[in-house]
C-alpha cells in the first residue's frame, strides 16, 4: 500500500466536566500498515482506551478533539452518517476487556453472532448461521452447533473471550483494535487468546493495535510499541529496539513491575510510588516527574518533546536512561 492503513497525527482529546476540561490525549500520532502489530502499553488512565475509542470515532458528545485520523486514506469523524453505521464491524472491529460486558447475557451466543453477518452482509438465516459455525471453527471453539444454542454465562472465560472475538471479525475488518483482551484470564489461556489473535492477523493480513498495562504481553507479538502516560506518549520503538534498550524512566518502572517466577515465594511485587497525574490539572513539565527516581529542576517547568534516538526509537524524556536491555532488567531484577 502507498499509505498506511491507519494513520494518527497529532491527536488530542479533551472532555469537558464539571469540574473542568479532562485533558485524556495530547499530541499522539502512530502509523499502522496491513499485518502491523502495535502494542500500547501502559497504566490505567494513560489514555490507551481513549486512543482506540478515537480510532473507532465512538467518543462523547462532551469530547474536544484535535488532529485526525485517517482509516484508508479517509478522516474517520467525515464520514457521512449512513456510512458511519457500516463502518464499526465491516471497517474497524474491536474486542474489550470483560466478555461478560461485552456479550447480552439475554440472548444466545448464535443470536450474536449472526446480527451483525445479516445487518451488514445483508445474509438469510441459515448463511449467517453458516459463517458463524465457520467463525467458531476459526477461533478453534469445540462443537460448535452445540455453543451457537447456549448463553454466555455457560461458557468458560476463555470461550467467552473468543466468542468475542468472533463477533469482532464476523464481517472482516481491515483493523482489529483488541483492548486489554486477557486481563481476566490465567496465564494459559492468556496465551492462546495472544496465539489466536495473531494467527488471525497473519492469515487476513489484518493490522492489530493490542492495548495492554504488561509490557511482557507484547514482547514478540507486536511489531512496534507505544508506552503512553498521562495522556502522552513516552517512548516509541519498533520491539527489538525497545528490549535492546529503553530509555525512559515511565518503561523502566513498566518492566520493574511485572511479576517474576524465580523470585522467592512471598517476595513483595515491585509498585510504580504515587499515583498517575490528575487529568484535570495537570503539573507543569514532565507528567511524570512526580513518580520519577531520575526527575531534575528541569522536568518540573518544561514538557520534553519526542527525542530521536535512531530512527526507529523516540523518547519524552531530558534524562534518558544508558543503553540497558530490557532482557537483562529481568533477568537480574534492576
Not at 472465560?157 to 484470564?185: H, S
Amino acid at each position: 500500500m502507498a499509505e498506511p492503513l491507519l494513520s494518527v497525527s497529532a491527536v488530542s482529546v479533551s472532555f469537558d466536566t464539571p469540574r473542568g476540561a479532562v485533558h485524556a490525549l495530547d499530541d499522539v500520532s502512530l502509523d499502522l500498515w496491513p499485518r502491523q502489530t502495535i502494542g500500547v502499553v501502559g497504566e490505567s488512565g494513560s489514555g490507551k482506551s481513549v486512543l482506540a475509542r478515537t480510532i473507532m470515532n465512538l467518543l462523547p458528545r462532551n469530547a474536544s478533539v484535535g488532529g485526525s485520523v485517517r482509516f484508508l486514506g479517509r478522516d474517520v469523524r467525515d464520514l457521512p452518517p449512513d456510512e458511519r453505521k457500516h463502518f464499526w464491524g465491516t471497517r474497524i472491529g474491536m474486542v474489550f476487556q470483560d466478555p461478560m460486558t461485552s456479550l447480552n447475557p439475554t440472548k444466545r451466543i448464535g443470536t450474536q453472532l449472526t446480527e451483525g453477518l445479516r445487518y451488514h452482509k445483508k445474509l438469510s438465516r441459515s448463511e449467517a448461521r453458516t459463517a458463524a459455525l465457520e467463525l467458531l471453527d476459526q477461533v478453534h471453539i469445540p462443537d460448535a452447533a452445540r455453543r451457537l444454542r447456549q448463553y454466555p454465562h455457560e461458557l468458560s472465560g476463555g470461550m467467552r473471550q473468543r466468542i468475542v472475538i468472533a463477533i469482532a471479525l464476523a464481517c472482516e475488518p481491515r483493523l482489529l483494535i483488541a483492548d486489554e483482551p486477557t486481563t481476566a484470564l490465567d496465564v494459559t489461556v492468556q496465551r492462546r487468546i495472544l496465539d489466536l489473535l495473531d494467527e488471525l492477523r497473519r492469515d487476513r493480513e489484518m493490522g492489530l493495535i493490542l492495548i495492554t498495562h504488561d509490557l511482557g504481553v507484547v514482547k514478540g507479538r507486536a511489531d512496534e510499541i507505544m508506552v503512553m502516560y498521562g495522556g502522552r506518549v513516552m517512548e516509541r520503538a519498533d520491539t527489538a529496539s525497545l528490549f535492546a534498550g529503553h530509555h525512559h524512566p515511565y518503561t523502566e518502572a513498566l518492566l520493574g513491575s511485572i511479576p517474576r517466577l524465580d523470585k522467592p515465594a512471598h517476595t513483595r511485587l515491585v509498585a510504580i510510588p504515587g499515583r498517575p497525574p490528575n487529568l484535570v490539572d495537570l503539573p507543569r513539565g514532565c507528567r511524570f516527574t512526580a513518580r520519577c527516581g531520575y526527575a531534575q529542576e528541569r522536568c518540573a517547568s518544561e514538557e520534553p518533546s519526542l527525542f530521536r534516538a535512531n530512527p526507529e526509537h523516540e523518547y519524552a524524556c531530558f534524562h534518558p536512561l544508558p543503553h540497558q536491555s530490557a532482557d537483562a532488567q529481568l533477568a537480574t531484577g534492576t
